[in-house]
């Protein structure tokens, strides 16, 4: 079975600085996807980042980036230009090809907290 | 696009009733659903993934006969919280598959037993 760790229980950030989120995951599988969910206070759970795992190029998305290790097993997110509107808990994600289900196995999640 | 509702939003019932959580998908058809239960802090909790016109898929430990699941449509599913214990009080969450094939999620409902 596949497993997801977030190791940062919480991390903080200055405003206008750069923060990265660890994930590693675990998995015997050559093809899937990786994904990052931002749940701020009012617990709506948003699509940040989306890595398929067959493309070596990271995902970007304006201010979020991610480091995808497919050998390490290692998928961390980088937010740059950290802005109040960030504060949020982070889950990383896994998910396998379409033709095994489309369940998410979540991490434990990141409680990030932005400094003004 | 891919907007998916809940409702109610929030509710309060007492122990021992039974309550019905709604979840749709407002601008497009799925056929399969997904229930996540969620505490305080913590990751989302996969109940059961709800499939249109056919019985759910429950994962181990979750009570079958307590959280009733029905997807009765190719834009709704249900979840029936039966005989409500305060121990049930939770965040309940649920999504449902694009076209896509990636999961949009409801904003959630917060359950409160008494």
């Known amino acids: 079975a596949q497993t997801v760790t977030q190791s940062q229980p919480e991390m903080s950030v200055q405003e206008a600085e750069t923060v990265t989120l660890s994930c590693t995951y675990d998995?015997?599988?050559?093809?899937?996807?990786l994904f990052w969910y931002k749940q701020p206070p009012s617990r709506q759970m948003i699509l940040v980042i989306r890595q398929e795992a067959y493309k070596q190029q990271n995902a970007t998305e304006n201010r979020f980036s991610v480091n995808f290790q497919k050998a390490a097993k290692s998928f961390s997110l980088k937010i740059s230009d950290s802005q109040l509107g960030d504060a949020a808990m982070y889950f990383c994600a896994y998910r396998r090809l379409q033709e095994y289900g489309n369940k998410l196995v979540f991490g434990a999640g990141t409680i990030l907290r932005v400094k003004s | 696009g891919a907007v998916v509702s809940q409702h109610p939003s929030r509710v309060i019932c007492k122990s021992g009733t039974s309550v019905k959580i709604e979840c749709r998908s407002l601008?497009?058809?799925?056929?399969?659903m997904f229930w996540y239960r969620q505490f305080p802090k913590q990751s989302l909790m996969l109940m059961a993934t709800?499939?249109?016109?056919?019985?759910?898929?429950?994962e181990q430990g979750v009570e079958k006969d307590k959280f009733l699941i029905n997807h009765a449509s190719l834009t709704l599913s249900t979840l029936t919280v039966t005989s409500a214990h305060p121990e049930d009080s939770s965040f309940y969450i649920c999504?449902?598959?694009?076209?896509?094939?990636?999961?949009?999620f409801g904003p959630g409902t917060r359950l409160t037993v008494t």
């Open positions: 999504s449902a598959r694009g076209r896509d094939y990636e999961q949009y």
């Open positions: 601008d497009f058809q799925a056929t399969t």
């Open positions: 709800s499939n249109e016109g056919s019985k759910a898929t429950y």
């Open positions: 998995t015997s599988e050559s093809d899937y996807y």
